[in-house]
Nanobody, 114 residues
């Protein structure tokens, strides 16, 4: 059974940093492109970052470019999102996604507030 389990969310002050993790199981993790999405209350789900399954190329939403870094550890089967210089507008539930498998995690809440 395909499973994606996000962790690492929490409360952080503006300007702070947080590292999210997504533990993958039930499929060959290294063979699939992975993404991070986020959804704030009352807003549509937004694609935050993308990483390929081949050369590890990445792409980011303009709103997070230069602040967030997506990475993966194929040996551990884990996807990461390092978030720096966090802003209140980054507050959302963050989801791990394997697009080709139509698989989603349960999400982890990130709250940026002073």
């Amino acid at each position: 059974q395909v499973q994606l389990v996000e962790s690492g969310g929490g409360l952080v002050q503006p300007g702070g940093s947080l590292r999210l993790s997504c533990a993958a199981s039930g499929f060959t993790f290294s063979s699939y492109a992975m993404t991070w999405y986020r959804q704030a209350p009352g807003k549509e789900r937004e694609l935050v970052a993308f990483i390929t399954s081949t050369d590890g190329s990445t792409n980011y939403a303009d709103s997070v470019k230069g602040r967030f870094t997506i990475s993966r550890d194929n040996k551990k089967g884990t996807l990461y999102l390092r978030m720096n210089m966090l802003k209140p507008g980054d507050t959302a539930v963050y989801y791990c996604n394997a697009p080709s498998l139509h698989a989603w995690g349960q999400g982890t809440l990130v709250t940026v507030s002073s």
